[in-house]
Nanobody
Framework: VQLVESGGGSVQSGGSLRLSCATS????????MGWLRQAPGKEREWVAA???????VYADTVKGRFTISRDNAKNTLYLQMNSLKLEDTAMYYC????????????????????????????WGQGTQVTVSS
């Protein structure tokens, strides 16, 4: 499994960025996908997750500003970040975890409870997002 993030950069407060995560070596329908971030001197924190059906969950700190989405056909995960704040400055990581279940003969993936660093088994290298005033 390989996860490669892109799209990070520097932006002024109030601006927008879109992060992408190209995945390989995994079957999208069997994995919960998420974004986590780590600011300097702080622990890594969960940001958002999306299951195989496109259902999403967000941390309260980003709800209403960030949108996570996935394109299973392109094996790509996205994070659209709007109204960026200084406190959003961090290294952003794409992460995946195999959480498959079978329904009607098809595989699906749930993200239920996947809100902690330890819940994800696969990680990208990270992309830096810096928000300035």
């Amino acid at each position: 499994v390989q996860l490669v993030e892109s799209g990070g950069g520097s932006v002024q407060s109030g601006g927008s960025l879109r992060l992408s995560c190209a995945t390989s070596g995994l079957t999208s329908s069997r994995y919960c996908m998420g974004w986590l971030r780590q600011a300097p001197g702080k622990e890594r924190e969960w940001v958002a997750a999306v299951d195989s059906d496109g259902n999403t969950v967000y941390a309260d700190t980003v709800k209403g500003r960030f949108t996570i989405s996935r394109d299973n056909a392109k094996n790509t995960l996205y994070l659209q970040m709007n109204s960026l704040k200084l406190e959003d400055t961090a290294m952003y990581y794409c992460a995946a975890d195999r959480r498959e279940y079978v329904s009607g003969g098809r595989y699906f993936a749930s993200c239920r409870g996947a809100k902690f660093t330890a819940d994800y088994g696969y990680w990208g290298q990270g992309t830096q997002v810096t928000v300035s005033s």
